[in-house]
């Protein structure tokens, strides 16, 4: 069975800190995608990885797809109340279809 | 309307009534699912519809009934649930093809409550 755990659970931090959180599995996976949920709504896409070592840059995030394609890291750089949300990753499983984290809850305080 | 949208937003409903949640997508796609997402848990994969027809049921009780009359709309008929039903249910659509799925679109989801 695939997992993808992620670390950690829930983060609280100051609005201008810098955080990572990670998405992790025993299992390779060909491409990883990272999703945002805020309050009331559904996961949004921010973006896919695909290549062993992979790194993609949104603005102030940076993600990084691992050099075996087992693992994953998001890094936030300054971050803003706007940031805070449900940080999902999710895999792309043997059968194609997604096989989900069960996320990081990010809050940042102003 | 744009994007995918749900409805209801919210259901409290007792454990022997019958309801079902809609969902419609914009988006042209042919591929349109259902998940659960309860708290801090991952999200559980229910049903998936590839051009109308059903590919994936995740072992989910017969008391969720999946409909999917077009490639647009998709329903999940409810009946006699237990209180650890009560999460909330997302449905998604992507544009399905070979070495998919690709990027899934969401809906903002029904909050079930089972009393």
């Known amino acids: 069975t695939q997992l993808l755990e992620q670390s950690p659970q829930f983060l609280s931090i100051q609005e201008g800190e810098n955080l990572t959180v990670y998405c992790n599995s025993s299992?390779?996976?060909?491409?990883l995608q990272w999703y945002r949920q805020e309050p009331g709504e559904g996961p949004v896409l921010l973006v896919t990885?695909?290549?062993g070592g992979e790194v993609k840059k949104l603005k102030r995030l940076t993600f990084q797809f691992g050099d075996a394609r087992k693992d994953s890291s998001l890094h936030i750089t300054a971050a803003q109340p706007g940031d805070t949300g449900l940080y999902l990753c999710?895999?792309?499983?043997?059968?194609?279809?997604?096989?989900w984290g069960a996320g990081t809850k990010l809050i940042i305080k102003p | 309307e744009t994007g995918v949208t749900q409805t209801p937003r919210h259901l409290v409903m007792g454990m022997t009534n019958k309801k079902s949640l809609k969902c419609e997508q914009h988006?042209?796609?042919?591929?349109m699912y259902w998940y659960k997402q309860s708290a801090k848990k991952p999200l559980e994969l229910m049903f998936v519809?590839?051009?109308?027809?059903?590919?994936e049921n995740n072992s989910v009780p017969s008391r969720f009934s999946p409909e999917c009359p077009n490639s647009s709309h998709l329903f999940l008929h409810l009946h006699t649930l237990q209180p650890e039903d009560s999460a909330l249910y997302l449905c998604?659509?992507?544009?399905?093809?070979?070495?998919?799925?690709?990027?899934?679109?969401f809906g903002p989801g029904t909050r079930l409550t089972v009393t």
């Open positions: 998604a659509s992507s544009q399905d093809g070979a070495g998919g799925p690709y990027e899934q679109y």
């Open positions: 988006l042209g796609h042919n591929a």
């Open positions: 519809y590839n051009f109308k027809e059903q590919t």
């Open positions: 299992s390779v996976f060909s491409s």
């Open positions: 990885v695909v290549t």
């Open positions: 999710a895999g792309k499983g043997s059968n194609y279809q997604l096989i």
